[in-house]
């Protein structure tokens, strides 16, 4: 008996040695991060798995096998040093380019968008890893020179819009948005001006109050006016130019909307009025509402959920995961969704806040853009209070190309983390 003991601890020494190898050379990680991450990778399998029982589809499996992986390359890339990047950052804005022209060569077309290539029995969509190239890019250039001026701010915009117009000519609207917010948010950490960065919105709001409220575009135009007046140089000239750009955008905005397609149409539009069209471009988020709504407090219960579970909502299991959320697990569960998206967006603000340079700060401000935007953006649409773009909720929708991506943008991080300048122990 006491042989067999030994032979048990020894046996339970030799695998706690295994298993701490994993962690080795990773003692300054963010370990809260980290396990954030891997549970809402799990939750969202089981909430993939229970959208998806009415089918005979493995979805649900392959989050888990694709999460593991990803697991893997996170903790693989957190043990590489970040600043390698730093050199190479032109090469990965190349391959990020090439890959996003070789899906309109190659591509297939789904869902009315070009933005998958197949390779073997899997599609791969080049736009999602874009981000975490675009991001590299970007924190390289404003590593170099800040965002303090304004040739550098426009050098940022002209880098961002080559892979930018690439994505739109897909189209693939949703990533298009996420590389703007991936953009202004590192601009405004790199010391950009508020004012500059609310000069720079401008032309989008221009595009909706222009043509549906022309008195608050009045109005938009003179509050820039006087930003631009009192914030950039050559105050007449870029005053003029300002508010001519907003004007144009505007009257733009007529001709854009004509080349849009009617589903892109309804998407931007319907989410104001989806009774408009409850059995075409509205249903989903009428099914939607409906089920984050039954779900009450406390939720009807995994596997109980009644519009989830007799295929009320199309493609639940992807941009509309959320709302299993809410009618399965109800208000309670769906706080505490929120709450771990925010203590993931915390984490990666005291990455950025605690790097050692600015090259890894950046790194990290640009995954938080990318989370907490998709985030916030896919919550909102599936509530009915923005338009329905196709963004995945970030580690709980399905999604091998945005599940990796989002792993490897951890992996980068935590590289960020575990890289700082170690903590004193007296």
């Known amino acids: 008996m006491v042989r067999r003991q030994s032979l048990v601890s020894r046996k339970l020494s030799d695998f706690g040695e295994q298993f701490s190898f ?3 050379d990773l003692a300054q990680m963010d370990r809260l991060l980290f396990v954030l991450v891997t549970g809402l990778t799990v939750f969202g399998g089981l909430m993939i798995r229970s959208a998806e029982r009415h089918t005979t589809a493995l979805d649900w499996w392959q989050h888990w096998l694709f999460g593991c992986v990803g697991v893997a390359i996170a903790l693989f890339l957190a043990r590489c040093r970040y600043e390698s990047l730093l050199k190479w950052h032109w090469l990965t804005y190349l391959l990020t380019n090439l890959s996003l022209i070789a899906v309109i060569v190659l591509g297939v077309t789904a869902n009315g968008a070009q933005s998958w290539i197949n390779i073997g029995s899997f599609n791969v969509q080049p736009s999602e890893f874009a981000k975490v190239g675009l991001i590299i890019t970007l924190a390289a250039l404003l590593h170099h ?8 701010i426009a050098r940022v915009f002209a880098v961002t819009a080559v892979p930018w117009v690439l994505i739109m000519a897909q189209p693939d609207l949703g990533t298009g948005l996420v590389f703007g917010a991936i953009t202004l948010g590192m601009i405004y950490w790199a010391n950009a001006k508020l004012p500059w960065m609310i000069i720079l919105l401008s032309p989008l709001a221009s595009v909706f109050l222009f043509n549906l409220l022309f008195p608050a575009w009045i109005v938009l135009a003179i509050i820039i006016a006087v930003l631009a007046w009192f914030t950039l140089p050559y105050r007449f000239l870029s005053t003029f130019i300002v ?4 004007l144009a955008v505007g ?3 007529e001709v854009f909307w004509g080349l849009l397609k009617e589903y892109q149409k309804d998407r931007l539009t319907l989410f104001l009025h989806p009774e408009k069209n409850p059995l075409g471009g509205g249903y989903q988020l009428i099914q939607s509402r409906i089920a984050i709504g039954s779900g009450e407090l406390l939720g009807r219960g995994l596997h109980q959920g009644t519009q989830t579970q007799l295929n009320f909502i199309p493609e639940q299991h992807t941009d509309f995961i959320f709302s299993v959320v809410g009618e399965e697990f109800g208000f309670v569960g769906s706080i505490l969704v929120l709450i771990a ?13 605690t790097a050692k340079e600015n090259f890894g700060s950046l ?3 640009g995954v938080l853009s990318m989370i907490a935007f998709q985030a916030i953006l896919n919550i909102s649409m599936t509530v ?3 338009p329905i773009t196709g963004i995945p909720l970030p580690w709980l929708s399905y999604g091998r190309s945005s599940l990796l991506t989002n792993f490897i943008a951890l992996g980068l991080v935590e590289s960020v983390a575990n890289y700082r300048p170690r903590k004193r122990l007296y």
Do not use: E, H, Y
């Open 251 to 253: 009257k733009l905005g």
């Open 22 to 24: 994993i962690f080795r």
């Open 341 to 353: 998206f925010w203590l993931v967006c915390w984490r990666l603000l005291v990455i950025a806040n």
């Open 243 to 246: 508010v001519a750009t907003n």
């Open 363 to 365: 790194i990290a401000i």
């Open 145 to 152: 020179r800040p965002a303090d001026n304004l040739f550098a």
């Open 384 to 386: 009915g209070l923005a």
